[in-house]
């Protein structure tokens, strides 16, 4: 019984996510669903995306928890936007769901876009969607991760992600370092017109 009350919670996550959401840009939003979007390359996510951020996390609490499913509520702290824009230097990043299993701890559970839980003192590369609910946490907008092809980690040079995105000539973002995807980011944000 619990595995069809956990089916019916996403499936309602879902269709209240694709009822209400419109990206900043009036554009219907890429849906993410655990992995993330369907999106290949890097200028689809930038352009999917309403921002693109270097940012350092300062906090993470568990965010709102709907049924068996929570999301997590990262305070990043904008260092720099590589694509789109952002309306403070200060944002919430919600993780996406995942179901909670009762006694767990929802701040050492580990999402589904990444391989280890998110900590205080990261460095991400992000891909993120404005919630136009008008969703605050302690006063920042909160945006959306667009799951694992959106998500990077910076550990000092070098990237780590589960992303598979594509940047031409066949090649992926895994092994670049983190000035050759700040580079690609800003790249396709020309192309597709959302240069920050």
Not at 44 to 65: C, K, N, S, Y
Request: proline content about 5%; aromatic content about 4%.
């Amino acid at each position: 019984m619990k595995s069809h009350s956990s089916l019916l919670a996403a499936a309602v996550i879902l269709l209240l996510s694709a009822c209400s959401r419109t990206s900043e840009s009036g554009q219907a939003p890429v849906e993410p669903n655990y992995l993330g979007p369907n999106l290949t390359s890097m200028k689809e996510l930038v352009d999917a995306a309403d921002a693109v951020v270097l940012g350092t996390v300062t906090d993470v609490q568990p965010g709102r928890q709907i049924l068996d499913l929570q999301f997590r509520a990262v305070t990043l702290r904008v260092d720099e936007v590589l694509a789109g824009s952002v309306s403070s230097n200060v944002i919430i990043a919600e993780e996406e769901a995942w179901i909670h299993e009762p006694g767990t701890d929802p701040i050492e559970t580990t999402p589904s876009h990444r391989d280890s839980p998110s900590s205080i003192g990261e460095v991400w590369i992000a891909a993120l969607q404005y919630k136009p609910d008008g969703s605050k946490e302690n006063g920042a907008e909160t945006y959306t991760v667009l799951g694992r092809p959106g998500f990077f980690l910076i550990q000092g040079t070098d990237v780590e992600t589960t992303s598979d995105i594509s940047i031409g000539g066949g090649e992926t973002v895994e092994g670049l370092s983190k000035d050759e995807l700040v580079t690609e980011v800003k790249a396709a944000a020309e192309a597709v017109g959302k240069v920050a």
